[in-house]
């Protein structure tokens, strides 16, 4: 398994604009269409509460490198540079050990 996280800065005041944008995406998604990822997620740094971590779950390097690049070539992720500060900062992981409880993983 791979796993993308990007950490994301957001502009003073766009805190809500980037969460209401990751839900507008998954509204827009026609199920199982054009899908490479397995999980996504939004997190916010409690103590810093501009600062988000974005990780996505694919089964393979292949389709995180396929759906990295789908993100980069849509208007959804333009619209999300234009609400941060910065770049964001992206690490390409693979996943060498996982536990979830109460999970058939």
């Known amino acids: 398994m791979f796993v993308t996280l990007r950490i994301l800065q957001a502009r ?8 209401a ?7 827009n998604q026609k199920p199982g269409v054009g899908v490479a990822f ?3 997620e939004l997190l916010r740094n409690i ?3 501009r600062e988000f971590i974005t990780i996505m779950h694919c089964e393979n ?10 993100l980069e070539q849509d208007a959804w992720f333009v619209r999300l540079r234009s ?5 964001p900062v ?3 992981c693979s ?3 996982r536990i979830c409880s109460n999970s058939k993983e």
């Open 12 to 19: 003073a005041g766009e805190e809500d604009a980037i969460i």
């Open 21 to 27: 944008l990751h839900e507008d995406w998954q509204r």
């Open 38 to 40: 397995f999980c996504w």
């Open 47 to 49: 103590k810093a509460p």
């Open 61 to 70: 390097e292949d389709l995180a490198q396929a759906m990295a690049k789908d």
């Open 83 to 87: 609400l941060l500060e910065a770049e």
């Open 90 to 92: 992206e690490l390409v």
């Open 95 to 97: 996943n060498e050990w």
